[in-house]
């Protein structure tokens, strides 16, 4: 069984950084993609960025380039913006196509301004 869990999720000013891990456990996969989504209240979900294991490609939404890192194991982010509030979610999957097939329980991140 695949498990996700994630960390590091907290208050930060806004300017700050913050860093979110993931702990996987259960993989079967040889290939495999790792990536985050976020969701906030009255808000769409959206895929905040995806790393693939096999060619280290990594993708990022528009609202967050430049500002957040994906890795295999975490995610870095920088410059945060009130409007990045929101539950943050590790997800994985066969790859980036197909990312969102496995969740983690989600970790608050709120940025005040």
């Known amino acids: 069984e695949v498990r996700l869990v994630e960390s590091g999720g907290g208050f930060v000013q806004a300017g700050g950084s913050l860093t979110l891990s993931c702990a996987a456990s259960g993989f079967t996969f040889d290939a495999y993609a790792m990536g985050w989504f976020r969701q906030a209240p009255g808000k769409e979900r959206e895929r905040v960025a995806c790393?693939?294991s096999e060619t280290g490609n990594s993708y990022y939404a528009d609202s967050v380039k430049g500002r957040f890192t994906i890795s295999l194991a975490s995610l870095q982010m920088h410059s945060l913006k009130p409007e990045d509030t929101a539950v943050y979610y590790c997800?994985?999957?066969?790859?980036?196509?197909?990312?969102?097939?496995?969740w983690g329980q989600g970790t608050q991140v709120t940025v005040s301004s």
């Open positions: 997800t994985t999957g066969g790859d980036c196509a197909n990312v969102d097939s496995y």
């Open positions: 790393i693939d």
